[in-house]
């Protein structure tokens, strides 16, 4: 099997696998939070934004002359993110009228003047939208309408740092969310697509997290106060949202994606903008994000026993490696199932680690990590190239190249996570 092959394999399973999960998790503080809608993003350190020495290239390619237009996205510098929850699409115009419903004080005839510009869902008639919109998104909000409907489901809105890295969808240095390839009306909402106007949500092709309308349809408001790079970690604020004192903030707040209004470069998912928070606008929405402490903690942990079990086969430590799966774990391999005991398991691993040198083991795509409603259960799917040097069956060391695709199942046991069942192929990087 190529590796294109195993790419493409890989979500497959994992959509069949978390739809066997359900779909709700406990917060902190005992609510239960839906997050049906919601993808999964686990935590990570990328690169955000984008080089100025780009620059001229972009200007060219996108027939932008004013270079003033990309400088807000410089420079690129590298960002770490714990994983959390986004809404697959913007929130639509039936979600904002049940919310408004419940709190009159975001009625359209009730709001405080101080909170909007005067055109606050200037296209409703009260509180009904127009008939025939309940699939589209809300406009004409301002952001602490945004703040206030995220905040009423145990929600809140993104960071821009967790906004350009869902975009980007688990590609790595892309220019749009599908990647490199330039827009046409076929892959987003924008200005050449020529629908002037917001269009259903979820109409065009999700990226590579299962999100919707990263690119385009409306701009999205975010969490973070409108500041050159980099973002000051000091404050967090999404931090606001747990006193409601979002109501109080007063600055330009950040704005991502692009809208039908717009040009292809504002489609980027680099491409940064911002609104005063009273700025109720038709093509401006926002779509809701959600950290759940319990989740998070199983998302970071798995992904420090997959750095740890990196670092053992480096370190020619089978016994922490060994440590981490459970007495009873089963072994399938190429199709073959193995219930090997712990101690027996443990010499086979150290003398395969004794005859082999680890050159490289390179991650295909971000771990994908699935976690139970009660965060007792997971699955952890690698992808992984793994380059090493080992004697082959004459005695004669060689240097060889794998590309192994792994499905662990994992539960915690005693308060530790352990492995329970892996599942891996491996494709010699000759058979490509
Ligand atoms: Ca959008």
């Known amino acids: 099997m190529t590796t294109d092959l195993v790419r493409r394999a890989i979500p497959l399973l994992a959509i069949l696998l978390v739809s066997a999960f359900q779909v709700s998790l406990q917060t902190g503080a005992g609510d239960r939070v839906n997050v049906a809608g919601m993808a999964l993003i686990p935590g ?11 620059i001229p290239k972009l200007m060219k390619k996108f027939g932008v002359s004013r270079a003033e237009l ?16 986004i809404d697959r699409t913007e929130v639509t115009n039936a979600q904002f009228k049940s919310f408004v ?9 009730k709001v405080a003047t101080s909170f909007h510009n005067g055109k606050y869902l200037q296209h409703w008639n009260g509180n009904e939208y127009p008939a025939g919109t309940g699939d589209r998104p809300v406009n004409f909000v301002t952001w602490q309408a945004a703040a206030a409907y ?25 220019a ?18 020529e629908i002037e106007g917001p269009t259903r949500v979820g109409s065009y092709l999700a990226n590579g997290y299962g999100l919707h309308d990263m690119a385009g349809n ?9 500041q050159k790079y980099p973002l000051d970690s000091g404050t967090d604020p999404t931090s606001l949202f747990k ?70 086969h480096f370190g020619r430590d089978a016994a922490s490696l060994v440590a981490r799966f459970s007495d009873d774990h089963t072994n399938i391999s190429d199709g073959r ?39 007792s259960m997971a699955h952890v799917i690698v992808q992984k190239k793994v380059r090493l040097r080992a004697r082959n069956a004459a005695g004669v060391e060689e240097e060889r190249a794998d590309v192994f695709a792994w499905l662990s199942t994992y539960r915690k046991i005693g308060g530790q996570w352990k492995l329970t069942t892996i599942t891996s192929t491996n494709t010699p990087e000759d058979d490509k």
């Open 337 to 375: 199932v193995s219930q090997p005991r712990h101690e027996v398991f443990r010499r086979q691993m150290q003398a395969y680690f004794d005859a082999s040198t680890f050159l490289e083991w390179d991650d295909i795509a971000p771990p994908v990590i699935h976690i139970s409603d009660d965060a």
């Open 176 to 193: 749009f969310p599908w990647g490199d390839e330039m827009p046409d009306k076929t892959r987003a909402n924008y200005g050449a697509s």
């Open 150 to 174: 995220c905040s009423s489901l145990g929600k809140r809105l993104p960071r821009e740092a967790e906004w350009e890295y869902a975009a980007r969808g688990g590609l790595e240095g892309k």
């Open 218 to 226: 409306v701009w999205e408001f975010l969490a973070d106060e409108w």
């Open 44 to 54: 990570a350190t990328f690169e955000m934004g984008q080089d100025a020495g780009e």
């Open 243 to 312: 006193d409601r004192s979002f109501l109080a903030v007063k600055t330009r707040r950040a704005l991502r994606g692009g809208s039908f209004d717009g040009g292809a470069v504002n489609l980027r998912v680099t491409y940064r903008d911002s609104h005063m928070p009273d700025n109720a606008v038709e093509h401006v929405g926002f779509r809701c994000a959600m950290t759940s402490p319990q989740q998070s903690e199983a998302v970071n942990e798995l992904l420090r026993i997959h750095y740890a079990d990196r670092a053992s």
């Open 101 to 109: 419903d419940k709190n009159a004080a975001w009625q359209k005839d």
């Open 70 to 85: 990309f400088q807000e996205e410089t420079p690129r510098h590298r960002v770490t993110i714990g994983s959390f929850y």
